[in-house]
């Protein structure tokens, strides 16, 4: 018999004892088709992917707890969908007192009694005790370093399921210890002896459940203060994790954001696999940054014949390449659109340099990939994030930079840099086009303008239009009735740029402000937005004479002081 | 509608000027205040026009009396409070209130810059928003129960860490049951000590008893009302109904409460008959959308019978044992427990007002009420009652699509209309 479970505080141990399989819901994707026609899109993905998991079927019967306001809703959207089948909800206490243990350990007795009545089980204290017993010298510790060198990240916030952990460790983090309520957080008090009666033993059981280290939905949460002492003295990095539409968590980020100075890195997802690529790369710059690379471009001295070496970036919206001499100059660049195939488009922009610089393949001695296809270009020696090759390349155009912004085609980062040029943080807009080169694409389109020819035509505006959706979508039909309204072209396209403006603000202020200011990406082009930001921001904005190169530029600094290294040794 | 604008480009010019904008909102509300003293809206029964009064007063005093006040969520049990002449301050109905002044934007995006999470329901990010910047004075006290939503314990111990403020959590079970009832009462005692504590008050408990007996005659006015809507109508607006939602809630037990229902019970028989097609509102009304104020503000022609959150307990309670009737208010009420209590709940309502229809607001972020809906529209489907969901924001105009929102419910009109 397989039962599913979701929360830590299940009495997992005390059902196995009784030969029950108990198997925690880690559900892999989500049907939103059933999620929208049981519940609502604005429910918790982690529930949305159980009720997908539940209904796919294979469980005898599911335990819930009262965790949060989704999963009481999955509880009784479940009661009432699955009828044959025993749904169970658990109401855990907030709080931790002896009266909640005694409230617990009653729940835990009815849903034995409930698994007498459905399934003819019977619990024996006994065989609990042996068990248990048995399990715990088993256990060993978890969650302890194992104190070898490398980067050891902690995975805090909502839970993460096994595949976010492989995810942090593809990313460049050699250790990862899970704080999430996936991780093992139970502490066990001393096991009473063999003798204990059923009520002893049951009590015993709910106290080291509800006394093992609560989670945010507990109401008494003072040692999760410890614990994140315990873990800062222990990690190089904090991953922060939190779940499309779960809020108890953004409260501690936002906490220790404000209040510890330790490097922490916020991340959503969905709970299954999605959006894999855009996170690897966040968590790699992450990890990066974490290293604290070396930032000195020592320029080499003349040799007889100069080294030349090639950065390129793969973007969603284009490929481009900059080839760089030894003294570090810039030999010729390409730009060429990114089309179906991320390895043609490399080729061709990398040909189309070759050929400008009037050299061979052959004569250049390495390369760096960057951006969404970094991984897939084949010819590259070595991949680094857009992140850090932004902040290298923004550094070396001008050294006076502490913020970077960057405004693509598909997202918007602004990236934080310390005096030497090191990546000291970052942020980045979560799978939204809000506020993108995407955002503006779509307007352009709606207005029937070329999106080169918006800074210059917004300079006719004479009202202020507010574009209040955030949305994309919501943002195009609010134009197309602005546009029904007889608004003149050049005033809602203000508006549009304004709205860019304030979301980008939005995920600057995160970071804080910290001049000077240098901003990256196609959008840079656009005079209208880069004059709407710098009004809010009230400092100038640097943009460089190829704002869309200086990705690029970085990936070949950064090949650069590969062969300097490999030089040295 | 231009003054309120003006009004909230003062406001948000002096966001960084915490004291200015709270002086301008004490003073929009006190000009409000005066206002419904002195003129009367003769489109609405006298007895709302009292209950206008009054909605503007029970904000306006914790905002003037700061060094008496609490921050409560909407189900925290204020009848304590009140017992210890505490004003409370309600989260939900000062995000409403941001609403009025057109400034909750500027809330909202505060908090969600300090890392709060976006999908959070808007009336705790804009009261996170005040109470970072500033604008909310610092209460002495902070009171939630983990009724009907996760947000409340989350941002209540958020702020009282940030401003170092004592807190209590007051944790409710979802059954009700011997034990449960003891766990909640040992709760609130041992709440009334830190509560006392914190602000040098006693809690006397003939005062309590008294604010229980009130209630009793609230809810004994309350199914009279209920009763009489059977078959009368009066013209409301959206507004007044969500100041109802406070007065029943945050206000419960409170004699301006009572005054209330007394005035409102002795027009009862002059209201006219109904004609109309009337809908009972499921969730929270969001007071500011075009759509719903031409359908439903005034009208005779539609009307809103109330909302499922303002009769969801009118019970008898035994003020003789106050901690435990309150106790057991809280575990009774139709929305802790399962989702089934509440549609059994709505069902009883629905059998007592006969409305034509249902509209089931969907707040954003608000995961507890949306994940049921689903449950509550087949349950009507089977009793065939036209049934219509609006999603939307009450706390964030921002969230809120007129245009969406104005073809779903004339659609839904046109078919009551059939
Ligand atoms: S958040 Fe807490 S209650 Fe919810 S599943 Fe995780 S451990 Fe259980
Ligand atoms: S991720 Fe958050 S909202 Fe979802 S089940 Fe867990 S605690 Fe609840
Ligand atoms: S609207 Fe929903 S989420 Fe928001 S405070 Fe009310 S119950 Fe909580």
Same mark, same amino acid.
């Given at each position: 018999m397989i039962i599913g479970y979701i929360c830590k505080y299940t009495p997992v141990k005390l059902l196995e004892s009784m030969s029950i399989e108990c198997v925690r819901i880690e559900p892999s994707y989500i049907d939103n088709g059933i999620a929208e026609a049981h519940?609502?899109?604005?429910?918790c993905t982690y529930v949305k992917g159980v009720l997908t998991e539940v209904f796919k079927g294979g469980y005898d019967g599911i335990i819930l707890v009262n965790c949060c306001d989704s999963v009481r809703r999955l509880y009784d959207v479940l009661k009432n969908a699955e009828k044959g089948k025993m749904i169970y909800m658990l109401d855990l206490p907030r709080k931790s007192g002896d009266q909640s243990v005694a409230m617990y350990a009653s729940e835990i007795k009815k849903l034995v009694q409930t698994f007498t009545d459905f399934y003819g089980k019977k619990f024996n204290a006994q065989d609990f005790i042996r068990y248990i017993s048995t399990e715990q010298e088993n256990?060993?510790?978890?969650?302890? #370093?194992?104190?070898?060198d490398g980067i050891r990240l902690a995975i805090m916030g909502a839970r993460c399921n096994s595949s976010l952990i492989d995810l942090l460790k593809k990313a460049g983090a050699d250790e990862v210890l899970n704080y999430t309520?996936?991780?093992?957080?139970l502490n066990f008090k001393p096991l009473p002896d063999f003798s204990a009666g059923e009520q002893d033993i049951i009590e015993w059981y709910a106290g080291s459940l509800i006394r093992?280290?609560?989670?945010?939905?507990?109401?008494?949460?003072?040692?999760r203060r410890d614990m994140l002492k315990d873990i800062m003295a222990n990690v190089n990095g904090i991953v922060y994790h939190t779940i499309k539409?779960?809020?108890?968590y953004s409260y501690e980020y936002s906490y220790i954001k404000d209040n510890c100075r330790f490097p922490i890195l916020k991340i959503e997802t969905?709970?299954?696999?999605?959006s894999e690529g855009q996170l690897i790369t966040r968590i790699g710059a992450f990890v990066e940054s974490l290293k604290?690379?070396?930032?000195?471009?020592?320029?080499p001295s003349h040799g007889t014949r100069k080294t030349i070496v090639a950065g390129i970036d793969s973007g969603s919206l284009s490929t481009d390449v900059v080839i760089l001499d030894e003294d570090c100059n810039i030999l010729s660049y390409s730009i060429v659109p990114t089309g179906a195939s991320i390895v043609d488009s490399a080729n061709k922009a990398f040909s189309q340099s070759l050929k400008r610089a009037g050299i061979?393949?052959?004569?250049?001695s390495f390369i760096v990939s960057t951006g969404y296809g970094r991984i897939n270009? #084949?010819?590259?020696?070595k991949q680094v994030t857009e992140i850090t090759c932004h902040g290298k390349g923004a550094y070396f155009l001008?050294?006076?930079?502490?913020t970077i912004i960057d405004i693509g085609g598909q997202d918007s980062k602004v990236i934080r840099l310390d005096e030497d040029g090191n990546v000291v943080d970052f942020v980045m807009n979560d799978?939204?086009?809000?506020?993108?080169g995407r955002f503006l694409e779509v307007m352009a389109k709606a207005l029937e303008i070329p999106l080169e020819k918006m800074g210059e035509e917004a300079e006719k505006a004479t009202e202020d239009i507010n574009i209040?959706?955030?949305?994309t979508v919501f943002a195009e039909s609010e134009v197309i009735s602005l546009i029904a309204q007889n608004k003149k072209r050049a005033d809602i396209i203000k508006g549009l740029h304004n709205s860019v403006a304030s979301k980008t603000i939005g995920l600057l202020d995160r970071l804080g402000r910290k001049g000077a200011y240098m901003m990256t990406g196609?959008?840079?082009?656009?005079r209208g937005v880069v004059e709407a930001i710098e009004q809010r921001i009230g400092d100038k904005v640097h943009i460089p004479a190829?704002?869309?190169m200086v990705g690029a530029l970085g990936a070949a600094i950064l090949a650069l002081q590969e062969i300097k290294a490999k030089h040295v040794k | 509608m231009d003054l309120v604008d003006t009004y909230a480009r003062w406001i948000k010019k002096n966001v960084d000027d915490p004291e200015m904008v709270r002086k301008l909102i004490i003073l929009g509300l006190k000009a409000e205040h005066a206002y419904f003293s002195l003129f009367r809206?003769?489109?609405?029964?006298r007895s709302f026009n009292y209950l206008n009064k009054i909605g503007v007063e029970f904000i306006l005093n914790p905002l003037i009396y700061r060094d008496q006040s609490a921050w409560v969520n909407?189900?925290?049990?204020?009848e304590i409070l009140h017992a210890m002449d505490i004003y409370p301050l309600c989260i939900e109905a000062f995000s409403s209130f941001l609403v009025g002044f057109h400034c909750e934007d500027v809330y909202v995006d505060y908090a969600q810059r300090s890392g709060?999470?976006?999908?959070?329901c808007s009336y705790h990010k804009g009261f996170i928003g005040a109470a970072l910047t500033g604008l909310l004075p610092k209460p002495k006290f902070m009171i939630t129960s983990s009724?009907?939503?996760?947000a409340n314990i989350s941002t209540f111990r958020y702020l009282s860490w940030y401003h170092h403020i004592p807190m209590y959590s007051i944790d409710v079970p979802l059954e009700y049951s011997q034990q449960s009832i003891s766990y909640l009462e040992k709760q609130l005692r041992e709440m009334v000590k830190m509560l006392e504590e914190a602000t040098g008050k006693k809690m006397d408990e003939d005062k309590l008893k008294d604010v229980i007996k009130r209630e009793n005659k609230i809810h004994a006015h309350m199914n009279r009302y209920i009763d009489a809507l059977r078959y009368k109508c009066h013209p409301t607006t959206l507004t007044l109904e969500m100041y109802m939602l406070f007065i029943n809630h945050?206000?419960? %037990?409170t004699q301006p409460t009572l005054n209330f229902y007394e005035m409102l019970t002795n027009e009862l028989d002059s209201f006219p008959h109904s004609r109309a097609k009337r809908v009972f509102w499921v969730h929270i009304v969001p007071f500011y959308p075009n759509a719903l104020k031409r359908y439903f503000n005034y009208s005779h022609r539609y009307?809103?019978?109330?909302?499922d959150l303002n009769f969801d307990y009118l019970e008898e309670m035994d003020y003789e044992n106050p901690y435990r009737t309150l106790a057991r208010k809280m575990l009774l009420n !139709? !929305? !802790?427990?399962?989702?089934q209590r509440k549609v059994d709940s709505i069902m009883s309502i629905v059998d007592r007002l006969q409305p034509d229809g249902i509209i089931h607001f969907c707040q954003w972020?608000?995961?507890?009420?949306? %994940?049921?809906m689903m449950l509550l529209k087949k349950a009507l489907d089977e009793r065939g009652i036209p049934f219509l969901a609006l999603d939307g924001d009450g706390a964030d105009r921002? !969230?809120?699509h007129e245009g969406q929102i104005n073809t779903r419910l004339e659609a839904f009109l046109e078919m009551l209309d059939k």
């Open positions: 519940m609502h899109p604005n429910v256990a060993g510790q978890f969650n302890m #370093p194992k104190g070898n309520c996936t991780g093992n957080l093992s280290i609560p989670c945010m939905r507990m109401a008494d949460i003072d040692r539409f779960c809020e108890f969905d709970f299954t696999q999605g604290g690379s070396n930032n000195k471009v020592e320029r061979t393949p052959q004569d250049v270009i #084949p010819f590259a020696n001008n050294s006076n930079i502490r799978r939204c086009s809000a506020g993108t209040t959706s955030i949305c196609g959008v840079a082009k656009n190829e704002p869309q | 809206d003769k489109q609405v029964p909407l189900f925290a049990p204020t709060i999470s976006d999908t959070l009724m009907l939503c996760d945050t206000f419960m %037990g009307e809103i019978l109330g909302l !139709n !929305n !802790n427990g399962p989702y972020g608000c995961k507890q009420s949306v %994940g049921g921002r !969230n809120h």
